[in-house]
DNA sequence: CGTATCATGTAACTAGTTACATGATTCA
DNA sequence: TGAATCATGTAACTAGTTACATGATACG
């Protein structure tokens, strides 16, 4: 019984070698390079990640030698990889839904449907929407008791989120009016150097 | 020797104290409205946060008993926790600098001096700045080749990026402007209802 | 010759979540 | 009577970090 204890991050990097085999120092990069979008993570996270990964039979790996170089392990997704991916992928996201758990899932758009995507984005729109609200409606309460920290706080999230609302929209509209260039283009721009 | 095992949650809980005195519930309340901006959490970690600022010495209790609701424990931060605070709030902030952890220390602005204020939104502002650098490196890089999730991601890293730019841009000018309203107006807008 | 990059991994620890346990009061 | 809000807490677990260990090659 594939165990259902994977969480978000087991399911990322899932979701990663459903886009390309990498290996762990591979991920290491990657994320690192997208550190702002979705945060980096340690080694010591990412090889047990694909161990469990492995024991669940969600991926395989090949060991690939060089000469000049250790040799590397590099991991792919396995049909039932792509299941579980698939179900988690159309899993609804919890309530909350902070940027990053958004950015995450985004990311491995290629494993949603046309209007999972599109169902993705406005589920988001409407939580920003929330959420802004909610800070309006604090920053109106409060006006001038507040303390400034919180203050500049609150304008700093309004800010933000006009800003995705924005983004949202405009990219909502674009997604309408084109059918979508969904044809999976495979690879993510860290060549592998396999 | 008080343990200097205090890290950023348990640092902002008694930053939160350090403007008020609150309670347990009143913190998850607070908290809970600023999901968005800081990140909620649970009982589970706030009372013992809680208990261990105690132990340390950095915070006192007072039993508040009424008669028709049950006891509640009202915490404030004692001059060894305001000191702890200070410090913390004198260290430089991580290089990867993650928009939480950023507002987290806003939010306690008055605990900094003018100065200091001026130096983390500084801060921010060049952080962001070589995130957006970044982000703008990958995408024009990858242009077509990459994968319709990992572009809309990272168009949206850049639409907060701006966004963030703009503000501190905007709110450092109006710093610099005015010499500042500093008289730290306690209250977080959370009636402690003793 | 020392440092950086490549490459994998483990062990000890920290922090946090979820679920449980308790119990009073208010409201439908 | 049953649910919701107020209010505190603990125990078991999960996830993640930091620090360590290993070892090759390349570059200055």
Do not use: C
């Not at 390309?20 to 997208?34: A, C, E, N, T, V």
């Amino acid at each position: 019984m594939a165990s259902r204890t994977l969480r978000s991050f087991r399911q990322f990097i899932l979701g990663l070698l459903s886009q390309q085999p990498m290996s762990g120092y591979d991920i290491k990069r990657f994320l690192k390079s997208l550190d702002w979008l979705v945060g980096s993570s340690s080694f010591g996270s990412i090889y047990p990640a694909l161990h469990a990964l492995l024991a669940n039979g969600l991926v395989t790996v090949d060991v690939v030698y060089h000469q000049d170089r250790p040799p590397r392990k590099i991991y792919s997704i396995t049909e039932a990889g792509r299941q579980v991916l698939k179900e988690w992928i159309n899993q609804p996201v919890a309530s909350s839904g902070s940027m990053r758990a958004f950015l995450m899932r985004l990311m491995l758009a290629s494993n949603f449907s046309q209007d999972g995507l599109i169902a993705h984005l406005k589920q988001r729109r409407s939580q920003v929407e929330v959420q802004h609200a909610t800070l309006e409606q604090i920053a109106r309460a409060q006006d001038e008791m507040t303390d400034l920290g919180q203050r500049l706080a609150l304008e700093y999230g309004l800010a933000v989120a006009m800003a995705e609302l924005a983004w949202l929209d405009r990219t909502l509209e674009r997604l309408s009016k084109q059918p979508l260039p969904m044809e999976v283009a495979h690879g993510n721009g860290i060549t592998p150097t396999v």
